[in-house]
């Protein structure tokens, strides 16, 4: 039975829940006579914003009482300078040895700055370079919006129009890119492409892409002459990553989803540390730049002369905010705890492949193979966007309803989603029919995972006959 293995492999791999705050019944807003208030939630969102680690209200607390306590002295002067704190200035240092191994980089190669989005056309800007016919970027039509706009805007900074942007849609008959027609798409424009950059984890789907496979071969196809870039944002502390060892040259990620750090936390980069480690100040590439970026020891002399740091903290342009870096180190320090990405990774796969035993087991399941045309054997139905294979993935997978109904009151996925939050199950909707379910290995159970399931499956049956 589902639920009896759902406790043995709880029994095989342990849950750090009592390490984060639970939203309940009471909290969410939710009035059910079913289950008490102070009942929690089953959050299988942290694919979208992860929950807060207890530690983190404290570790802002920490740093309030210090603004409190010493002003702009504390920049220099902690008051729990003996407690281990940091003085403000170097407030995001100690954050260096606890990020590098969550991208798998070497600790010259990462800074904690910024916001995705921001330290992506950062980055772009440095490391897009046209020349002659290499003038376009190649990469996925379903891309986060933000970085399409990101995309667009610099080839047209650079004087070209949307006919430099190279974008790969996933194939009829397909739900997911696959690697063969990312690499048919390197060769067919081996001789014009500039830059290649995906995501590590799409965003929609939940594939995994094969980080190492594709960077390797634009290497190879091109002789080194294209540049290779990942959007993190669904990777960074969802899956292994090891950028040094894969040879990519930068790569850029928030830290409100896997990382837990809170909404619109601070982020992260990686630049592979062939591009820093002779910066000097007559040596260094022309980048977005700023005052944190320039050697520490001079940095209060003020001078008019840049001489970067040598390492991808020459990237960072201001001083960052100090309750968002303790905020993200609070997490940061729960997963050098429990072993790292790793580690965790082993319990993701297995969570995830229950969920995914769990819905094509059910009878409203549609095979992933089946045409969008086909059929089906019940009124409504549901079909897994998400590769089958538990190593094409991360922590998520998409489900996508059927059929569609214009009217949103009507609509299959709208119905689920509603039935499901009135059940305290907190996952995410993008609309028009799919939703995404993220059973996380640090906060999330296999019997909780079973419940979730459970309770799609009690909508669909509602929905089936007409009660809801």
Not at 282 to 302: C, H, S
Not at 376 to 389: A, R, S, V, Y
Not at 449 to 456: G, K, M, P, V
């Amino acid at each position: 039975m589902p639920l009896e293995k759902a406790k043995e492999l709880d029994k095989k791999f342990p849950v750090y829940k009592e390490e984060f705050a639970i939203p309940t019944f009471k909290s969410l807003g939710i009035k059910s006579e079913k289950f008490p208030e102070d009942t929690e939630s089953i959050y299988l969102c942290g694919n979208s914003l992860g929950l807060m680690p207890k530690s983190t209200k404290a570790a802002i607390n920490d740093e309030l009482s210090a603004w409190v306590e010493r002003g702009v002295e504390a920049h220099f002067n902690h008051p729990g300078q003996n407690e281990g704190k940091t003085p403000w200035v170097d407030i995001d240092l100690p954050l260096v040895p606890l990020v590098a191994p969550i991208v798998g980089a070497k600790e010259n190669e990462v800074a904690v700055m910024g916001t995705l989005t921001s330290n992506l056309n950062a980055l772009l800007i440095n490391f897009y370079k046209p020349r002659g016919r290499r003038t376009k970027i190649l990469f996925e039509k379903q891309a986060f919006p933000s970085d399409y706009y990101a995309f667009v805007n610099l080839v047209k900074f650079h004087g070209f129009d949307e006919s430099h942007l190279i974008q790969l849609k996933v194939q009829p008959g397909h739900t997911y890119l696959t690697t063969e027609q990312i690499k048919k798409a390197i060769d067919d424009n081996i001789d014009d492409l500039a830059l290649v950059c995906f995501p590590g984890i799409q965003y929609y789907t939940g594939q995994f892409f094969k980080i190492e496979e594709i960077t390797n071969y634009v290497k190879e196809k091109s002789k080194n002459e294209i540049t290779v870039g990942w959007d993190l944002a669904h990777a960074a502390g969802n899956v292994p990553l090891k950028l040094h060892d894969w040879n990519v040259d930068f790569a850029a990620w928030c830290s409100y989803k896997y990382l837990n750090s809170g909404p619109g936390g601070i982020a992260g980069i990686y630049v592979h540390e062939q591009y820093t480690k002779n910066n000097s100040k007559g040596n260094f590439t022309p980048r977005l730049a700023g005052w944190w970026g320039n050697n520490a020891a001079d940095r209060f002399k003020m001078l008019e002369e840049f001489d970067p740091i040598n390492s991808a903290l020459s990237y960072r342009q201001s001083n960052p905010s100090v309750i968002d870096v303790v905020a993200v180190k609070s997490s940061l320090e729960l997963f050098q705890k429990v072993g790292g990405v790793q580690k965790l990774r082993e319990k993701s796969i297995a969570l995830t492949q229950f969920l995914q035993d769990l819905l094509q087991s059910s009878k409203y399941n549609i095979k992933q193979e089946a045409g969008d045309d086909e059929p089906l054997e019940h009124k409504i139905g549901f079909k897994i966007l998400t590769p089958l294979n538990p190593e094409e993935r991360g922590a998520q997978l998409s489900v996508i309803f059927k059929p569609h109904y214009v009217n949103k009151s009507d609509n299959i996925m709208e119905k689920v989603f509603d039935y499901l939050h009135e059940h305290a199950i907190i996952c995410d909707e993008r609309r028009p029919d799919v939703i995404r379910f993220a059973p996380l290995p640090l906060y999330n159970s296999f019997e909780e995972t079973y419940y979730a399931a459970t309770r799609l499956f009690e909508a669909l049956d509602k929905i089936a006959s007409g009660e809801v």
